[in-house]
Each structure stands twice: as structure tokens, then as C-alpha cells.
């Protein structure tokens, strides 16, 4: 995945809200998405709004257990407009892994994809989640983004919300 910008986002970010490239995301599964700088600014906007209004704020942790994909950064610059904390790992983490790096900071958030791409194919991560979620009691919501299923079965997952229902409908 190409971020273009980054540096100029920072330092002037109202000039990039046009319908130049920002992202280009090419996933192991053959689908190629584009994302512009108007969109980019939109979806990070619509999940700032449901973070702010579960109070998160600076010094609070934010997490994702995502793949590389757009949908990581929209909810690392989301979180970090708020002045929180971000802190990812991969899916291919293993679950000792994904607690060493998340138990020490006690996260508010858990950002995760319901599956990842390896090898041409589709593996869960949802199972893990829901093991995960037993020794992660700061963790308040899961957001579950869709990436290898259009619906994901997220009711085994305690806390979980699916991405499209979290905030505002989305215009991407």
C-alpha cells in the first residue's frame, strides 16, 4: 500500500481534501482500490466522530489487529486525530504476540478485519478475537471490518460493531 503526502498532511491538511490519489491499496486477493484525499478526510472524520463520543481522548490506546489495508490507516489517523495512542500488530500475530504488545497498554478500541489474505488464501481472525478479547478487559468496543467476507459473522465476537455501522453512513 502507497500513502501519498503524508509529510504535507501534516503540514497543511485542508489543502488535501481533493480528488487526487491519497491511497492505493493492491490486496493479495487481486482487488486494487484508490483512495483520494477527499475520501481519505471523510472516513477519517467518520470515525473520529464515534471515538470522541466514547470519550477517547489524548492518552487513550487505540488498536488494530488489521492487514495492511485502507481501512488501518483511516482508523490509525482517526484515533491519532484525537490525540490517542495508536498501536497495530498483524493478523498473522499470534495470540501471545498480539497480548504482549496490547496488554501493556490497555486499550480503549480494537480495530480488526474479520480475515486476512496468506498465500492466496483466506484465513479468520475473528476466533482469535474472541479468545483475545478474555485477556484484554479494557477493551470496550471492537470494530470488525469486512476484507475477506462482505458480512462477517461478528455475534461471537463480545463488544463487536461492524465497520459500516460505526458512526456516520459511510460515502466511500
Same mark, same amino acid.
Given at each position: 500500500m502507497?500513502?501519498?503526502g *503524508?509529510?504535507?498532511?501534516?503540514? !497543511?491538511p485542508s *489543502?488535501?481534501?481533493?480528488?487526487h490519489?491519497?491511497?492505493?491499496?493492491?490486496?493479495?486477493?487481486?482487488?486494487t482500490? !484508490?483512495?483520494?484525499?477527499?475520501e481519505?478526510?471523510d472516513?477519517?472524520?467518520?470515525?473520529a466522530k +464515534?471515538?470522541?463520543?466514547?470519550g477517547?481522548?489524548?492518552?487513550?490506546?487505540?488498536?488494530?489487529f488489521? +492487514?495492511?489495508?485502507?481501512?488501518t490507516?483511516?482508523?490509525m489517523?482517526a484515533?491519532t486525530? /484525537?490525540? *490517542?495512542t495508536?498501536?497495530?500488530?498483524?493478523p498473522?500475530?499470534?495470540?501471545k504476540?498480539?497480548?504482549?504488545?496490547?496488554?501493556q497498554?490497555k486499550?480503549?478500541?480494537?480495530?480488526?478485519?474479520n480475515?486476512?489474505?496468506? !498465500?492466496g488464501?483466506?484465513?479468520?481472525? /475473528?476466533?482469535?478475537? *474472541?479468545?483475545?478479547?478474555?485477556?484484554l +478487559?479494557?477493551i470496550e468496543?471492537?470494530?470488525?471490518?469486512?476484507?475477506?467476507? !462482505?458480512? +462477517?459473522?461478528i455475534?461471537?465476537?463480545?463488544?463487536?460493531?461492524?465497520?459500516r455501522?460505526?458512526?456516520?453512513?459511510?460515502?466511500i
Open positions: 502507497v500513502f501519498r *503524508a509529510a504535507q498532511l501534516r503540514r !497543511k *489543502a488535501f481534501r481533493d480528488n490519489t491519497a491511497l492505493i491499496f493492491a490486496g493479495e486477493d487481486k482487488v482500490r !484508490k483512495v483520494t484525499y477527499a481519505l478526510y472516513e477519517v472524520a467518520r470515525l +464515534p471515538l470522541k463520543d466514547m477517547i481522548k489524548p492518552g487513550d490506546r487505540v488498536v488494530g488489521m +492487514p495492511n489495508m485502507p481501512e490507516i483511516f482508523a489517523l484515533a486525530s /484525537l490525540g *490517542a495508536w498501536s497495530s500488530c498483524s498473522d500475530f499470534g495470540i504476540g498480539v497480548l504482549d504488545r496490547f496488554g497498554i486499550p480503549r478500541v480494537l480495530f480488526t478485519a480475515g486476512y489474505w496468506f !498465500k488464501k483466506s484465513l479468520d481472525s /475473528l476466533e482469535r478475537i *474472541a479468545d483475545i478479547l478474555k485477556e +478487559p479494557s468496543k471492537v470494530v470488525v471490518v469486512p476484507y475477506t467476507e !462482505k458480512e +462477517p459473522k455475534s461471537g465476537v463480545p463488544k463487536a460493531i461492524a465497520y455501522d460505526f458512526g456516520p453512513p459511510r460515502r
